[in-house]
DNA sequence: ATGCAACTTAAAGTCGACTTTAGGTCAAGT
DNA sequence: ACTTGACCTAAAGTCGACTTTAAGTTGCAT
């Protein structure tokens, strides 16, 4: 298939897979003239690159985690990949929980109220508490 | 207190909050000569803004988050964004997923293994399988 | 054989989120 | 009074991920 196709069945420019081409992230099987000629698994590499940027892999650490040569350090990097996604998980679900509350919640400032800020874990301690029990 | 101990005590540096206030993201409550004062409170919102910017939220989202004019559009606001969390958590899931069995899969290509695709719902349909049964 | 839509390249431009630079001001310690 | 280090502004620069532009080439339908 020539670019065009590819182009129409991702949905990307042209101009985008050029620029994926040129960073190494995908490769055409060769020319027709100048065209670039992709065969049918660039579909599923395409995919696999959306998916990868949706969640915010950069296309170095995309590229990376293609290239196959040290299988260990692959693997190490895949794993390292996996723990900051569920890093991020959790702060991503934290966050969820926080706006799903400020949605819902009567009090004006959301962003003061002493709920929400404990949802996000955000200052649970109140300072300047006068008189404390010693 | 004055921008460097609000520097010193987020890590972020001056440059990034002056930005921040050019953005509208936070405010000083005044000057002293050309200094910016900050008060405490700055440092509870810099973390939220730090937390938004974790889980992707731009500096415009987060500003918008902040305003606390039209409640009922904010409240749509935070909903929404919400729900793209929701969204964002579960592909991020799915990624995870797919990295944690391609981190531990014996196969040497991880990226065209079929349960790793299988993982990650890219491609299950076997095209081209000859001679099907009619 | 001709036309032209779809391709090609190299280089410049854009956008968000900052950072860096250049040149200036000023509060506070000696 | 003087120095100096921390602040100030406006403007330019950087980085990643593209997009746009300008100028050229070519497969294919007529």
């Given at each position: 298939m020539?670019?065009?196709?590819?182009?129409?069945?991702t949905g990307l420019p042209a101009s985008t897979l050029r620029y994926y081409e040129e960073k190494g992230l995908i490769q055409s099987y060769?020319?027709?003239?100048?065209?670039?000629?992709?065969?049918?698994?660039?579909l599923e590499r395409l995919a696999l690159i959306a998916l990868g940027r949706r969640v915010d892999f950069s296309l170095d650490e995309i590229r990376?985690?293609?290239?196959?040569?040290?299988?260990?350090i692959n693997r190490a990097l895949l794993s390292a990949k996996a723990d900051e996604l569920d890093k991020k998980i959790k702060e991503m679900t934290k966050m969820r929980n926080g706006l799903?509350?400020?949605a819902a919640c009567s009090a004006p400032n959301h962003f003061e109220c002493p709920k929400f800020l404990r949802i996000l874990k955000l200052a649970g301690k109140k300072r300047l508490r006068q008189r404390n029990k010693l």
């Open positions: 020539d670019i065009g196709e590819v182009s129409k069945a060769g020319r027709k003239g100048l065209r670039r000629l992709f065969n049918q698994k660039i990376d985690m293609f290239n196959t040569d040290g299988p260990d799903r509350h400020a």
